[in-house]
């Protein structure tokens, strides 16, 4: 890993305010003590100077001049710490000590001056309390004033030289030392700091990946030893199913599966709604969380499944996570449970809950467009006989027979409910505009029923030994014929009158057709 700038360089750039005192302090807490102590001793330094150069300031001003320079910049450095700007204190120590240091070096020496050696421990501050780059600057900056005093005195346009006296390169050089032994310690602690900062986030990111993994292993095994079969696809493709969606599909192994596309699993009816509903999921639109479809086995067959699909990262891409839950049973449970509310179990027709709710929808669209409809009521004449001699297994086939007999006399959009015994209503909607032709038609319909009905039966009776008996069997049968428009009449109302007209029939000798006639009063 490269780094680019020293330890705490970035800390120091990403403080968002100087003035931000529980930020910046916080985050430059491992470099104050070091940019006090450089202030210290700016503060400190030139007053040690002055000191020291008491004797020879007079003939030489830049030792009177230099420490005052630096001890104006220590003190504004110090104030910049005071109001936590700790950035600019850094920028202008460094900037004035390098000003103060190039000019000092003009007046005492030149290339020779003492205070030449404060210009490697002024890179190695500016790195360590800015960055790299202010440090690479800060050299430049050096050599550029060394290339400048060795061309001035190598012109001879140097000013008068003060040549100062040991004690001078003495206390400077004590300087330095102090210096680099203060520096080195604080880059050693901060650089320790910063090693046990690294060290705990690099054991929390273990703790943290070791979770992580955990959590993935946990997930996986759920996955994998779900009951719920569970599919992953990109733009169609398959690239994860977990066992039960293998065994869901009858598919050999999970490379067969995968080798599917998501269409060839999908039910052809089907495919243009899931195709739209990935779309939205993809989208993240709002859409309801599961759905019902029709999805095909390896075999061809069909299966009912209820879908929820999740729009997922899988391996750092886009993808659809689907949940996939067979409802075949429970499908065939509720068509079974539909069949036994509404339809007869011997003959399989509508009964009379099924009935009730047709005869409302056809009354309904006879309000709307005014059509004429026929409501008929069936009775067969001899069967009760056929059950006293023979028997009700013989009486019920007898049933299921006049059953199919009847689908056969009227169009697919009629009903033929079984009332019940041995009763059944045929209602035959949108019969014509006109009430006479209406009723011609019905009671055209209304004979062929009587007419189909009144064949002989064949039936056979149970086994005698090894052989079946046949007997044959005639049984004819009454009608009524109500023909009603949309009126407002309850249908409890139109089933009566046709009821009425059936023992009208009855009553009239059986084995034919009665139209019901409304009186004034209806």
């Not at 490269?2 to 491992?30: H, Y």
């Amino acid at each position: 890993m490269t780094i680019s700038k020293p330890i705490f360089s970035d800390a120091i750039s990403a403080a968002p305010d100087e003035s931000d005192m529980s930020g910046a302090r916080q985050t430059l807490l491992p470099l104050l003590p070091l940019l006090r102590y450089m202030v210290a001793a700016l503060l400190l330094g030139p007053i040690l100077t002055l000191l020291a150069l008491g004797p020879v300031r007079a003939d030489s001003p830049v030792n009177f001049i230099g420490p005052i320079a630096i001890f104006l910049v220590g003190l504004a450095a110090w104030r910049l710490i005071a109001v936590n700007r700790i950035n600019a204190a850094v920028r202008l120590a460094m900037t004035g000590i390098w000003i103060t240091t190039t000019g000092i070096a003009c007046f005492s020496g030149g290339l020779r001056s003492p205070v030449m050696v404060v210009y490697p421990i002024l890179i190695l501050m500016t790195g360590w309390l800015h960055s790299a780059r202010s440090a690479k600057l800060m050299a430049l900056l050096s050599v550029a004033a060394c290339l400048g005093l060795w061309l001035m005195e190598y012109l001879q346009v140097l000013p008068r030289q003060f040549a100062p006296p040991t004690v001078v390169y003495a206390g400077h050089q004590i300087i330095i030392s102090v210096l680099s032994a203060a520096l080195i310690v604080f880059v050693v602690r901060a650089f320790g700091l910063r090693l046990g900062q690294l060290q705990m986030a690099k054991n929390k990111l273990k703790k943290h990946a070791l979770a992580l993994q955990q959590s993935e292993d946990r997930y996986r095994t759920l996955i994998e030893w779900s009951p719920e079969a569970m599919l992953v696809h990109r733009t169609g493709k398959m690239i994860y199913a977990n066992p039960a969606a293998i065994r869901l599909f009858g598919a050999p192994d999970a490379g067969a599966l995968l080798a599917k596309d998501t269409t060839d699993l999908i039910h052809p009816d089907d495919r243009v709604a899931q195709a739209e509903r990935m779309k939205s999921i993809i989208k993240q639109e709002i859409i309801s969380p599961d759905t019902e479809a029709r999805f095909l086995k390896f075999d061809g067959s069909v299966i009912d499944v209820q879908v929820q699909g999740t729009a997922i990262d899988f391996d750092g891409e886009p993808a659809i996570h689907v949940s996939i839950h067979d409802i075949t049973e429970r499908k065939k449970l509720e068509g079974e449970i539909r069949r036994l509310a509404f339809y007869d179990e011997l003959t399989h027709l509508p009964n009379r809950r099924l009935l009730d709710d047709r005869l409302r929808q056809v009354r309904s669209a006879s309000q709307r467009h005014g059509d004429f409809n026929a409501l008929m009521f069936l009775d067969l004449d001899n069967f009760k006989p056929l059950n006293d001699r023979y028997g009700h297994a013989l009486g019920d086939a007898l049933l299921i027979d006049a059953a199919a007999r009847l689908g056969k006399c009227v169009r697919q959009m009629d009903t033929v409910a079984r009332f019940g015994g041995d009763e059944f209503v045929v209602l035959i909607p949108e019969l014509g505009s006109e009430e006479p032709d209406s009723t011609t038609k019905a009671l055209g319909i209304a004979e062929k029923i009587r007419a189909t009905l009144a064949q002989p039966y064949l039936l056979e009776t149970m086994p005698l030994g090894n052989d079946k008996a046949s007997i044959t069997h005639q049984c004819t049968v009454s009608l009524g014929v109500l023909v009603f428009s949309g009126d407002h009449t309850p249908p409890d109302e139109l089933l009566k009158w046709a009821d009425a007209a059936m023992y009208q029939a009855k009553d009239a000798g059986r084995n034919r057709v009665q139209l019901f006639r409304r009186g004034p009063d209806l």
